[in-house]
């Protein structure tokens, strides 16, 4: 049987043109974020904008007791431990072990904290917290970490370790020297920096890289033991009763 090939014709018009590859992530090689997911482990929610902040997932590696600052540094003070504590505005994060915001509520039913309005809250999975800049020397040549307030839908600042004003507008003013040993910080708070209580999430007591987080969180399974762990129930009870000290001379005529 023999015949012809049929002529190939194209149309270049129905070629598409080559398609641009998908850029990565817009921030993949964002320094901050790779040094949180790199040298901790801990997972990460990048920012969606140039101008978003970078945050952390709460729930997997740890929670965070979020507490007015003031009345934080005043708790430090009676507190033992290297667990990591960071500040925002006039609020400080405590980390925790994960699934003590479970526990806080009847945690303090049990220390008869429960009826009384303390300013204090445990958030945990499903939240989210601002990732504080890593120290130095970690963040040699690194940017700011953005720290604008959300302005969109794309954030529940309820989640964030936001600045949540005081009755009274009060801000608490201490020296570098003062809140460095109140948190046994390895180098001094610089009050006066940019970011240091204006809006920046920074680390008071950062993390260690290469170190597992857990073993340095306050736990409820502490209790009445002698390891390395702080003792949860005693770190709420002695946060509640400075956050109740404070809640007193605020209303206080």
């Known amino acids: 049987m023999s015949g012809s090939l049929p002529s190939l014709t194209t149309d270049l018009t129905a070629v598409p043109l080559p398609r641009r590859p998908l850029d990565p992530a817009p921030f993949g090689d964002d320094p901050v974020r790779r040094w949180y997911e ?69 945690l303090l039913d049990w220390l008869e904290w429960g009826t009384l309005a303390l300013d204090l809250r445990a958030i945990g999975t499903g939240g989210v917290m601002r990732a504080p800049r890593p120290p130095e020397p970690a963040v040699s040549g690194l940017g700011e970490v953005p720290s604008g307030r959300p302005t969109g839908p794309g954030e529940d600042e309820s989640l964030a370790l936001a600045a949540h004003p005081e009755p009274g507008g009060r801000t608490p003013r201490r020296s570098p020297t003062e809140a460095s040993r109140a948190i046994g910080s390895r180098r001094p708070l610089v009050l006066g920096r940019p970011g240091a209580l204006q809006g920046a999430a920074v680390w008071l007591r950062p993390p260690e890289p290469g170190c597992e987080v857990e073993a340095s969180l306050p736990t409820l399974s502490a209790l009445g033991g002698d390891g390395g762990a702080p003792d949860l129930v005693r770190v709420v009870n002695t946060v509640a009763t400075h956050c109740h000290r404070l809640r007193l001379r605020r209303t206080r005529p």
């Open 38 to 106: 790199n040298e901790l482990g801990w997972p990460t929610v990048p920012a969606t904008t140039a101008e978003s902040p970078l945050r952390l997932r709460l729930g997997l590696r740890f929670d965070v007791l979020d507490v007015p600052a003031e009345a934080g540094c005043a708790a430090l003070r009676h507190l033992a431990g290297t667990s990591p504590v960071a500040m925002r505005g006039d609020r400080m994060g405590l980390l925790v072990a994960a699934g003590s915001a479970e526990e806080l509520p009847g």
